[in-house]
């Protein structure tokens, strides 16, 4: 069974304070692993798509990397306006389903 | 260009009651997708429509719950006889690839 595990649950940063976020995911086939933020009320905004180990993608202060068990979203010097949850997923290839397979999200809070 | 969009953004229902959700995909995106947000939980699928295919209702909770997609755009979910345990944000998702997914922002039920 798909299985999507994101950590921490929360973290609370001071402005350029860097870290990282964790997302460890179990599929029978990696389609692709995708890195969403979502704001209070709003859906997920796309950020990142990630297809195979090794690869890394970057947009302003954010990079994600992925490895065959698990990937990585970089938060470099972060801002207050970076606070948001951060969602993870993955498509598997197998299955009929189109679907993605969510973890539960990463709830960042940066203070300034 | 114009992204996904959801209407109404608000609904608050009686028990007992049928609602009707509606989402408009971008323009093109042959794929769309339904998903359930509750509170403290990750994304759950719902249905998903791939062009004039036989949609994926695996996701479905129960038979009160129905989607049906029109011309290969709008899309409407139906939620029968409507519980308290129905209460969540509502996501819609549209795909020009079946692998990317886009987000509307999602329609919050409540369910009285």
């Known amino acids: 069974e798909d299985q999507v595990t994101q950590s921490p649950e929360a973290l609370r940063l001071q402005e350029g304070e860097s870290s990282s976020l964790n997302c460890s995911y179990t599929?029978?086939?990696?389609?692709?692993l995708f890195w969403y933020r979502q704001d209070p009320g709003k859906g997920p905004e796309f950020l990142f798509t990630?297809?195979?180990a090794g690869e890394e993608k970057e947009k302003e202060r954010l990079k994600a990397t992925l490895t065959k068990k698990e990937s990585f979203l970089h938060i470099t010097a972060p801002k207050p306006e970076d606070s948001a949850t951060y969602l993870c997923?993955?498509?598997?290839?197998?299955?009929?389903?189109?679907?993605?397979?969510f973890g539960k999200g990463t709830k960042l809070s940066v203070k300034p | 260009g114009a992204g996904v969009s959801q209407s109404p953004s608000n609904k608050v229902t009686e028990k007992g009651k049928d609602v009707e959700l509606r989402c408009d995909p971008i323009?093109?995106?042959?794929?769309l997708y339904w998903y359930r947000q509750s509170l403290g939980q990750g994304l759950e699928f719902l249905i998903y429509f791939q062009g004039n295919s036989a949609p994926d209702k695996s996701g479905l909770p129960s038979d009160r719950f129905s989607a049906e997609r029109t011309g290969g755009s709008v899309s409407t979910l139906t939620i029968q006889r409507t519980q308290q345990e129905d209460s969540a944000v509502y996501l819609c998702?549209?795909?020009?690839?079946?692998?990317?997914?886009?987000f509307g922002p999602g329609t919050r039920l409540t369910v009285l």
């Open positions: 990630l297809y195979s």
């Open positions: 323009s093109g995106h042959t794929a």
């Open positions: 998702a549209s795909s020009w690839d079946s692998v990317e997914q886009f």
């Open positions: 599929v029978s086939g990696l389609r692709g």
């Open positions: 997923a993955v498509k598997d290839y197998g299955g009929s389903q189109g679907n993605l397979i």
